[in-house]
């Protein structure tokens, strides 16, 4: 069984900087794509950054040039760096993977963790 734990979150002012962390354990044979999600309250979660394998990033426009994702391998781990936030950045950030190979297989391909809350305050 995969299981996902996040840390990172808490409280900052605008224009700080938190970094997330979510390390995957279990066993894991390979991960497709590891992202971020975020949902605020009241409204629908949405993708922040992925990353793929082979270092492929991919940015929802909001947070381009101010979030870094980067993941690591061999530890089954993703990052998120988050510079210059803003208050619309609060959120309950959640870590997901996408296209998880086990050994032995399974049915279960994605994964969710539980979830960081990140707070900006102006």
């Known amino acids: 069984q995969v299981q996902l734990v996040e840390s990172g979150g808490g409280l900052v002012q605008a224009g700080g900087s938190l970094r997330l962390s979510c390390a995957a354990s279990?066993?894991?044979?390979?991960?497709?794509?590891m992202g971020w999600y975020r949902q605020a309250p009241g409204k629908q979660r949405e993708l922040v950054a992925a990353v793929t394998s082979g270092g492929s990033a991919s940015y929802a426009d909001s947070v381009k040039g101010r979030f870094t994702i980067s993941r690591d391998n061999a530890k089954n781990t993703v990052y998120l760096q988050m510079n210059n936030l803003k208050p619309e950045d609060t959120a309950v950030y959640y870590c997901?993977?996408?296209?998880?190979?086990?050994?032995?297989?399974?049915?279960?391909?994605?994964?969710w963790g539980r979830g960081t809350q990140v707070t900006v305050s102006s």
């Open positions: 997901a993977l996408r296209g998880v190979v086990t050994s032995p297989p399974t049915s279960e391909y994605n994964y």
């Open positions: 279990g066993s894991i044979r390979a991960i497709v794509t």
